[in-house]
């Protein structure tokens, strides 16, 4: 599978396995803790015990913990604990044209209080985004701004109570407020995809988002997991109902977050697993996706968010086939701070629209996040140890 594209019109190349572009970033003592970092989270029962562990002293506010949490696998992930904290961390990425997507890290929160302190933290992440032109988006959940169960029932059509209906109000009053604080700000929205039994309720309150707010320009972005086996066919569905109704598209794509979960879940209720049998099929369709993408790039915006490889060359030599300028502002490449350096980097080194995806917030409230990111690099995509080879392979290379 090629990881390399050398255009025939004098544009720079593209190689992912250019790990002194890939690196550049880090000095020799940050590359040599990477390398650590990276070979304990390559060690699978070192991972689950660990996670198992540090969430356990994290609940229970253990200070010694906290503090190794943060100078290891958070440093590395995560941007900072405030915006002004992740300022330093923007800006390195900057000066590698690399662009920020910002995204409040907490989740799985239950309470009013929690979801109105979430949707204030949007609003100073998109004030802090439209003071910065590398900041072009920033990410959100639904499930930090609403409960979970009420999202669930919604979805299963149950008759909602009085509450209930006054606490879906208050949902949108909240998604609204975000999304017409970017529209007025210059700033897009990413909208995350979620567990299947609730993205039918997700879709429906993204919707509105984009028929109010996409009518000039890609304010909001819906967010498509190609693993699915039935968002290829949505993703086109999703474009033709824009251009009927009159206004654009916004669509993230990724491959998927919760595949076992899915699975399990199926399996237990007994309905068809809505994953796709294998990874050539979800490869296929992320790709067909892509295409998709590209060919309707004047309207309609697209993010490709994945950290494979092949899909990011893909997509890199469509656009110059296609004579579109590397920098369009309709279509950008995004992978997870602290991951896949190889593609961010020597995208954004050859002029692609190339970005971070980079979370801040407290240690306590990212711990999840981080406890996936470990768990997603014991095997990302297939590929166990894929980062910790890059990382060696520049170890070497420098001679260090």
Known sequence: MPTAYTPDNGLPAVDFTNTEIAFAHFSDRELKKTAWLFNLMNKPWIVKYGSALGLWAIENRLPFVERIVKNTIFEHFVGGTTLLD????????????????????????????????????????????????????????????????????????????????????????????????????GVSIFIDAEESWIQDTIDHLVWLMMRRYNKKRVVVYNTFQMYRKDRLKFLFESYDRAKREGFLLGAKLVRGAYMEKEGLRAAEMGYENPINPDKNATDDHYNTGMRFCIDHYEDMASCNASHNAESARLQAELMDKKGIPRDHPNLMFSQLFGMSDNLTFNLAAAGYRSSKYVPYGQVGDVVPYLIRRAQENTSVTGDAGRELALILQEVKRRGI
């Open 86 to 185: 992740s300022q330093p961390n923007i800006e390195h990425l900057a000066k590698f044209n690399t662009l920020t997507v910002l995204d409040y890290g907490a989740e799985g929160k239950e309470t009013e209080t929690d979801f109105n302190y979430t949707m204030n933290e949007n609003l100073r992440a998109i004030d802090f985004a439209s003071r910065a032109a590398t900041i072009p988006v920033v990410s959100t959940k639904i499930t930090g701004l609403a409960r979970f169960g009420l999202l669930e029932r919604i979805q299963s059509a149950q008759k909602l109570t009085r509450e209930e209906l006054n606490e879906y109000r208050n949902v949108l009053k909240r998604i609204d407020a975000i999304c017409y604080h970017a529209a007025q700000k």
